[in-house]
């Protein structure tokens, strides 16, 4: 049996086990879900209030969001993240180091400022999304789920089927 460390995909229902693991960890030692996007935006208001307070003051959302910036375990998951995939790219042999892949190439063209704007706007919107839905996709489709939240599993299969047509139509010379 070949290694699973140095495989370059594994399998859904191992790591499905492997996050269902990590979550119920999570409720057990520190009482909550597992997510990313809360580090970001409570990072983001802290530094907001500090830096400039009369313009966090002046928007509501921001205002009732007393949250000094700080680094816990929501950021240790973010940098855990980064680490695992580095970890598992070297150990897997697993690295393209290109800025403009392949498949975008195709796509979209070879430019890097394309690629690097494209990933930026993707990211932001993405964060948008996920604090206008209050969690992200792993806040909702595995910390909710889990729980049985039930906007948590009106999301879940939103967010996949969305995310398959906008794959789909992205790469539809691809798939011809």
């Known amino acids: 049996m070949k ?16 996050i269902g693991a990590l979550s ?23 530094l907001g209030q500090r830096i400039a307070p009369d313009a966090s003051g002046a928007n509501a959302y921001l205002a009732e969001a007393d949250r000094p910036p700080k680094f816990d375990w929501e950021w240790a998951l973010a940098a855990g993240v980064v680490a695992g995939s580095l970890a598992s790219a070297l150990a897997s042999g697993d690295t393209d180091r290109r800025a403009v892949p392949a498949r975008w190439a195709r796509s979209f063209g070879p430019s890097p400022a394309r690629r690097y704007v494209a990933a930026f706007v993707g990211g932001a919107a993405m964060m948008y999304g996920a604090r206008m839905a209050k969690g992200c996709t792993s806040g909702h489709g595995i910390s909710g789920t889990l729980q049985l939240a039930g906007a948590s599993w009106v999301f879940s299969p939103i967010m996949a089927l969305t995310a398959g047509v906008v794959a789909h139509a992205l790469h539809a010379e691809e798939t011809r």
């Open 3 to 18: 290694n699973p460390l140095v495989q370059t995909s594994w399998s859904p229902y191992a790591v499905g086990a492997g």
């Open 24 to 46: 119920w960890f999570a409720f057990l030692t520190g009482r909550r879900p597992i997510g990313i996007t809360g580090a970001f935006e409570t990072t983001a208001v802290g």
